[in-house]
């Protein structure tokens, strides 16, 4: 089985960086690993179209580089996209849309092995054995080192509902969970505050959070779209943080070059269309 480099680097103690991808395109994989800074790539496939063979061909670009792929899941497919992924190579599972105990303990239960073994004493799941590559197809699957594996699988949610953040306590006890994102755009909405990230309510929302991931020995992450934007937490002792969205990267680079490039020609562009307010850090 291969080794799960996320999970290390939580066990140690150690401070991660990721960056998210929509595109299934596993190149870009492969040129993020080249720069060395980051330990996971999040493929955020709740927002992207994608086949299982995409998710195969990006589960051979993680091993390659040497790094965690996460896997971001929207709240219909958590059983199926979770085996799935978790199948193709994928070592960490985003759960979107936790609402209550009942869908973290569903998180938790699409990444485990269905067993009673000692081996998988983190939770009993609902995988069972899978020809698939993360056991070489036909190579260690029904193995003890498979439960092993999937008992490393990183699991995170989001806290993102009026309901999560109400009963978080009880939901952040749920056995198995390792990492914990507040998400102010879904949240704002969810308390008929749309698009207001930076309302007081949502802001304290996003510190209790925080706070209650840290007190419950889990590991909040924080997703930002630059570096610039990270002190704060910092100041509160998150340690890991996910930057960056090729598609926002994309979009940046042509308003701001194809601007410029209008300008040294002397041909003045169409004013751009009015880009609603932005929620969170997108």
Sequence with gaps: MSRNPLREALNAGKPTVGTHILSAWPTLVELIGHSRQYDYVEFTAEYAPFTMHDLDN???SFELMGMSGMIK?????YTHQAMRAIGSGFQSVLFADIRS?????AAVDAVRAETTMAEGARGRGRLGVGMRRDVGTVRTGGSPAYVDALNEVVIAIMVEKKSCVDDLDAVLSVPGLDMVQFGASDYSM????????????????????IEMALKKGLHPRVELRDPSQAAKYLD?????????????????????????MRGMLG????????????????
């Design 236 to 260: 509160m002792g998150v340690k890991h943080f996910c930057i960056g969205w090729d598609v926002r990267i994309l979009a940046d680079w042509w308003d701001t070059k194809g601007a410029e």
């Design 101 to 105: 105990v009942e869908d973290a303990k």
């Design 73 to 77: 899941i929207e709240q219909t497919q």
């Design 190 to 209: 969810s308390i008929g505050l749309t698009g207001q990230a930076n309302h007081p309510d949502v802001v304290a929302a996003e510190k209790k959070t």
């Design 267 to 282: 041909d003045k562009p169409a004013a751009p269309a009015k880009a609603p307010a932005k929620a969170g850090n997108y």
């Design 58 to 60: 990006l589960g051979r």
